[in-house]
């Protein structure tokens, strides 16, 4: 019988990192791995080493070579998105099997026990998912003092106002989010824009954000009025959340929180 490996994939986000750190002691032969698509956020590296630092392991980078521009050559040039989500199958799942091959394995995913997501994991057979935090009851408080008290902390992008790690251009992300992005990294959304240019075969230019291009959602009476919508939307959560018990708060921000499909990359 093949020996069972221990693999936890982490994302750069606080859910899988929380994990890693929870698991140090309790798995030692741990191999943790990171796909890296080589479009992150630069900050995510450097908070990936924090984790080693943590852990005392190095984290398995896969992808090293091929990263997003590779297959999306392959793919003709075409952004991908929620309908189109070739990056996800190829720069996370695709890599991870890879990594993993035929022996059997443990799968440490870091879902909480106050969350009901779904999304890409893989099916092989080979490959039996753990889930514990949601064995353990943690939720979200659990989950930030675990970061807080290792002095690894919470992920830097949390601090200027981006709610998911993987890709700095994910079509997943909300309009101000991409308006915090061009203030942050304004050479980042460059980046991103210059991948708007009319599809080959058909003419058609996708774009990342819905509806609107990146040089359209840049204008600054765009960028305010994105802004403003917002802090509108903010303004009623707050006013609404004041009639709520605190369980109420928690379980709608974990609604707002949650991120359709894209469990890999996010975790
Ligand atoms: S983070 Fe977004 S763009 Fe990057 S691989 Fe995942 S779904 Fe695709």
């Known amino acids: 019988m093949a020996e069972v490996r221990h693999i936890l994939s982490l994302s750069g986000g606080k859910d899988s990192a929380a994990l890693a750190l929870y698991m140090r002691d309790q798995v030692p032969n741990m191999e943790y791995i990171f796909s890296d698509t080589r479009k992150e956020l630069p900050e995510t590296y450097e908070y990936l080493e924090r984790i080693e630092d943590y852990l005392g392991k190095r984290v398995h980078r896969l992808n090293a070579d091929l990263g997003f521009d590779h297959w999306y050559d392959v793919y003709g040039g075409m952004i991908p998105s929620n309908h189109r989500r070739w990056c996800t199958k190829m720069l996370k799942l695709k890599p991870f099997e890879d990594f993993v091959g035929d022996a059997p394995v443990l799968n440490y995913v870091g879902l909480r026990a106050d969350e009901n997501r779904s999304g890409y994991i893989s099916h092989k057979s080979n490959i039996t998912p753990v889930y514990p935090f949601q064995e353990a009851g943690l939720k979200l408080a659990d989950i930030e003092e675990i970061l807080?008290?290792?002095?690894?902390?919470?992920?830097?992008?949390?601090?200027?106002?981006?709610?998911?790690?993987?890709?700095?251009?994910?079509?997943?992300?909300?309009?101000?989010?991409?308006?915090?992005?061009?203030?942050?990294?304004?050479?980042?959304?460059?980046?991103?824009?210059?991948?708007?240019?009319?599809?080959?075969?058909?003419?058609?230019?996708?774009?990342?954000?819905?509806?609107?291009?990146?040089?359209?959602?840049?204008?600054?009476?765009?960028?305010?009025?994105?802004?403003?919508e917002h802090r509108q939307r903010q303004a009623a959560k707050e006013a609404k959340g004041a009639e709520l018990t605190l369980a109420q708060v928690f379980a709608r921000e974990e609604a707002a929180e949650d991120v359709e499909g894209c469990l890999i990359c996010t975790l």
């Open 148 to 228: 807080q008290s290792s002095g690894v902390g919470m992920p830097p992008y949390t601090k200027w106002g981006r709610s998911r790690s993987g890709c700095f251009f994910c079509f997943y992300q909300q309009k101000i989010e991409w308006v915090r992005l061009k203030e942050t990294y304004p050479a980042l959304y460059e980046e991103a824009k210059a991948y708007e240019h009319p599809f080959e075969a058909s003419g058609n230019t996708f774009t990342w954000s819905e509806r609107e291009s990146l040089a359209e959602l840049e204008q600054p009476e765009r960028m305010s009025a994105i802004k403003e």
